[in-house]
């Protein structure tokens, strides 16, 4: 395919990843729903969140701490941040945009709590329930406003309230989701030219530079055009001839409307464990068809503009909570899966943890050299360098502060070049530098003969009755995202492999009618708690931007006491784009919210992660049930106090938590006993639905175990080659084989489990075709 043919593909397939995201379009029509009342109400709610400021009002203890008033990098630009601070979340289209995004990214539940809530506000009577008498006017007939006619003042109040109240937790909930959806428009909306009006204001500046064509090297180029079939830009009638192109053989059930496609293996996922698999089983020979729900995109189709991004790489929008709120997870959604928007690091499995699975778990394949060796070829394959020739400022000061309080600092390796240092990696590498499944392992495949679906969402496997285990997999059944295709796909495999990770593999198995207990349980996430810092841009040994630079290259383990003993949280920097801390940043008032964005790009972040010993359960798509254990919380909170003294020691002006209350603690003339003051009131709080009267959230980016290995049918939902208990042929091949969290970021681990389970699975076909 020609390079003018390839381009106008990926124009009329993925509109959003080049100039701007949805909503964008002049002349947009809103789908929402929501009455004119609800709407009303809505604005009102924008209005108080990032409320219309006077920028020469101001309280006598709003001073920033250090580097003036307004510090960091929009500081110098007076305009710009007058005009930030007049701008209102209740200004078009940030309130249509707000309702648009809650009806497709909300769950149910929590959408209905939305329409409910806003029609009460949306009345004198529901108003007064919910504000109490802060909505009472007794000068102004009928002595009762809507929340919409209150002042402002009087809506932030109303907030605050709802923020902490105790008794009625779908209050908080309810303040929580308007925050977070509200917010996340305000700072992430981008017009007509890719342009957001706060960002200058708050010192961000998105790289938007592209090289020049004959600058392209081979990583940036779509190496997988030769076995990708992207059904986002076929028909019904395209689609079998699409197919057969690749080598396919198909079959066209007109009277059934399905579209059938013979293979060898057939695998659900193209992330860490599904690209891995590919290249092995198509290397071994065999015809291999990808099966993958997200689109292709390449470096040349990156963009570092945060909404159409998550929209588009990852599950639902970025949008997948804990059912009771308390965590976000983030997973990717898009060819290379997690691999392709994940920071880069490559960090083996620990050797406790592998001692841990061998032994107590019944698993020799860990202890054994095959899977020492798996690591190495996994660290061979994605060019895994140990070095950084320059880090960026979050990176630097966690390496400061842990030199200067005598901890160890360690590097992190990396699947890129030592000189990466895109820190935007999280919205798909704009270099082409950090290799994903998609520029290697997928690579391998394709070169091998297998074939990519993508925008094909796999529905159910194909099971029969018969064999040892009274059921044999025989397929999946698939269908495409695009509504232009109404046929049903179906891919027929002498085996079938799930890699869909441990949100969705477990639904897939279940929707399929296996029903091993451990099917869906024992998921393990890693969370994460957050600490932040400010720091000055007069500070002459940590010059840039928080934003800028890869986004981890160094890692402080906190250990527990004892040789040899495993750590009890590690301390890493996050990317944290715009949207996302304006939404996790705790709110106190409109004011205190734009102020602390005003520091936006000076702001280090270092995130205390544990490997967390209590569990969840994946019960549906988007439906996860996880809470956290004591005893995690108690390893998160010691993280979480180690990374403020590290960002104390380090310079900061003034460090916090993103716990509801603001906890904060300004630096200047800090003493010994003040820290330690401020450290013992450091807590790790469940989410908005507890009782608590303060709250935070969790973060997770690891998903683990929701489909463990066991050495027994009772012990997992898979043996230890990976195959279903209860279907021959179906094997599983992602993080949710685990058999407990790994305690490390987990990518080289998957990817090294693939490998050894897709080897054993090549070995099997084999087998039976001799």
Request: aromatic residues 6%; hydrophobic residues 40%.
């Amino acid at each position: 395919m020609g390079e003018e043919k390839s381009q106008q593909r990926r124009r009329q397939g993925h509109p959003l990843l080049r100039g701007g995201g949805a909503g964008k379009q002049a002349g947009r029509r809103y789908t929402h729903g929501f009455s004119a009342s609800q709407m009303v109400a809505l604005a009102a709610l924008c209005g108080a969140l990032a409320p219309s400021l006077s920028p020469d009002t101001r309280d006598d203890d709003d001073d920033d701490a250090g580097g003036g008033r307004y510090g960091g990098a929009g500081a110098s630009d007076a305009k710009a941040v007058r005009d930030f601070l007049l701008a209102s979340a209740a200004d078009p289209p940030v309130p249509d945009e707000v309702a648009e995004l809650m009806t497709r990214m909300c769950l149910r539940e929590a959408l209905a709590l939305v329409r409910a809530v806003l029609w009460l506000l949306g009345t004198r009577l529901g108003t007064l329930a919910l504000c109490g008498g802060r909505c009472v006017s007794w000068g102004r007939w009928p002595f009762v406003l809507t929340f919409a006619e209150m002042p402002v003042e009087r809506r932030e109040e109303a907030l605050r309230r709802w923020s902490r109240v105790t008794v009625l937790p779908p209050l908080r909930a309810f303040f929580l989701v308007v925050k977070v959806f509200c917010l996340y428009v305000f700072y992430s909306w981008i017009d007509e030219s890719s342009e957001n009006p706060h960002w200058r204001a708050i010192g961000y500046s998105p790289p938007t530079d592209e090289p020049p064509a004959e600058e392209h090297t081979e990583a940036t180029k779509r190496p997988l055009d030769d076995g990708v079939v992207e059904t986002i830009n076929l028909t019904d009638a395209s689609l079998p001839s699409s197919l057969a192109e690749k080598g396919l053989a198909v079959t066209d059930d007109a009277a059934r409307n399905v579209c059938r496609v013979e293979c060898d293996v057939a695998i659900v996922g193209s992330g860490c464990g599904g690209g891995v698999a590919a290249a092995v089983l198509a290397g071994a020979g065999h015809k291999v068809v990808v099966i993958e729900k997200g689109n292709y995109f390449t470096s040349r189709d990156y963009t570092s503009f945060e909404g159409p991004s998550i929209n588009q790489l990852y599950e639902s929008g970025g949008f997948v909570t804990t059912m009771n709120g308390g965590g976000l997870l983030l997973a990717g959604s898009t060819v290379g899966g997690g691999s392709a928007v994940n920071w880069s690091a490559c960090l083996k499995t620990p050797e406790f943890v592998r001692r841990e699975w061998a032994a107590a778990h019944g698993l020799p394949l860990f202890a054994s050299p095959d899977y020492a060796a798996a690591m190495d070829k996994v660290f061979e394959r994605l060019g895994v360098t140990s070095g950084c020739t320059e880090e960026g400022l979050q990176n630097k000061v966690l390496r400061k502060g842990c030199e200067k309080l005598g901890y160890k600092v360690d590097a992190v390796a990396r699947n890129s070049s030592e000189g990466h240092y895109c820190g935007s990696c999280g919205f798909g590498c704009r270099t082409g530098d950090k290799r994903g499944t998609d520029t290697t392992w997928l690579v391998d495949a394709v070169g091998r003969g297998a074939v990519i679906l993508t925008g094909c969402k796999a529905e159910k496997l194909v099971l029969e009755r018969g064999g040892a285990r009274g059921r044999r997999c025989v397929g999946v059944v698939a269908r495409s995202t695009n509504p232009a295709i109404t046929k049903t796909l179906e891919v027929r495999a002498k085996v079938t492999v799930s890699a869909a990770g441990s949100l969705l593999t477990p639904v897939l198995l279940q929707r399929s009618g296996l029903t091993n207990p451990h099917i869906g349980k024992n998921l393990h996430l890693h969370p994460t708690a957050l600490a932040w810092g400010y720091f000055p841009d007069t500070m002459p040994d940590l010059k840039g931007k928080a934003y800028e630079g890869g986004i981890i290259t160094s890692m402080h383990k906190v250990e527990t006491s004892g040789a040899g003993a495993p750590h009890r949280a590690i301390l890493e920097t996050p990317m944290m784009a715009v949207a996302a801390t304006g939404t996790q940043m705790p709110w106190l008032s409109g004011r205190d919210s734009k102020e602390r964005m005003l520091r936006f790009a000076r702001t280090v972040h270092i995130f205390s992660l544990v490997r967390d010993r209590g569990s969840g359960t994946v019960h549906g798509e988007r439906r996860v049930a996880y809470r956290l254990d004591a005893a995690d919380r108690e390893d998160i909170r010691d993280g979480l106090r180690r990374a403020l003294r590290v960002l104390v020691a380090a310079g900061a002006a003034e460090v916090g938590t993103h716990r509801s209350d603001g906890q904060r603690l300004r630096c200047e003339g800090l003493t010994e006993e003040a820290l330690e003051e401020f450290l013992d009131g450091v807590t790790v709080v469940r989410g908005p639905q507890s009782r608590s009267e303060t709250w935070g959230l969790f973060c997770s980016a690891h998903h683990m175990g929701s489909c463990r290995m066991g050495a027994t049918a009772g012990d997992g939902a898979v043996d230890a080659r990976g195959e279903s208990w209860e279907a021959e042929r179906l094997y599983v091949c992602d993080g949710s084989v685990l058999p407990t969290a790994v305690g490390v970021n987990p990518m080289i681990t998957i990817q090294s489990v693939a490998y050894c389970l897709a080897n054993g699975i090549a070995d099997s076909l084999s087998a039976k075709t001799t």
